[in-house]
C-alpha cells in the first residue's frame, strides 16, 4: 500500500502562483511515476503533469510553459509550481503514483480556485 498526503490548494487570482505537494509513503517501489491530475465538475479527470523517478516529465498542453513539475526523492515528495494560472485551472487536484508494476494510488484531492 502507498500512501499520498496533498497540500497546497487553496484561493488565488487570475496570473497568480500556488505550489501543490505530495509526499507518499508505505510500499515505494524504486521505480516509479508520481503526478498531478484534475478534474472539473461533470468532466473527466486528466493528467496535468507526471514525472518518473528518472527525471522524464510529461505535462498537458494546457499547462505547458506555467506549470512545472518536481520530485525530492529521498523525500518521496513530487511537487507542481503552478504559474500564471487561469480561471480554467480551477478543479480538484489529485496525486498520483504508479508503480513499475502498475499498482496505482491515488490522494484525497486537493481544490484550487482561481479567481478571475
Known amino acids: 500500500q502507498v500512501q499520498l498526503v496533498e497540500s497546497g490548494g487553496g484561493l488565488v487570482q487570475a496570473g497568480g502562483s500556488l505550489r501543490l505537494s505530495c509526499a507518499a509513503s508505505?510500499?515505494?517501489?524504486?521505480?516509479?511515476?508520481m503526478g498531478w491530475y484534475r478534474q472539473a465538475p461533470g468532466k473527466e479527470r486528466e493528467l496535468v503533469a507526471d514525472?518518473?523517478?528518472?527525471?522524464?516529465?510529461d505535462y498537458a498542453d494546457s499547462v505547458k510553459g506555467r506549470f512545472t513539475i518536481s520530485r525530492d526523492g529521498a523525500k518521496n515528495t513530487v511537487y507542481l509550481q503552478m504559474n500564471s494560472l487561469k480561471p480554467e485551472d480551477t478543479c480538484v487536484y489529485y496525486c498520483?503514483?504508479?508503480?513499475?508494476?502498475?499498482?496505482?494510488?491515488w490522494g484525497q484531492g486537493t481544490q484550487v480556485t482561481v479567481s478571475s
Open positions: 514525472i518518473t523517478t528518472g527525471g522524464r516529465t
Open positions: 508505505g510500499s515505494i517501489s524504486s521505480v516509479n511515476t
Open positions: 498520483n503514483y504508479k508503480s513499475i508494476w502498475g499498482a496505482t494510488y
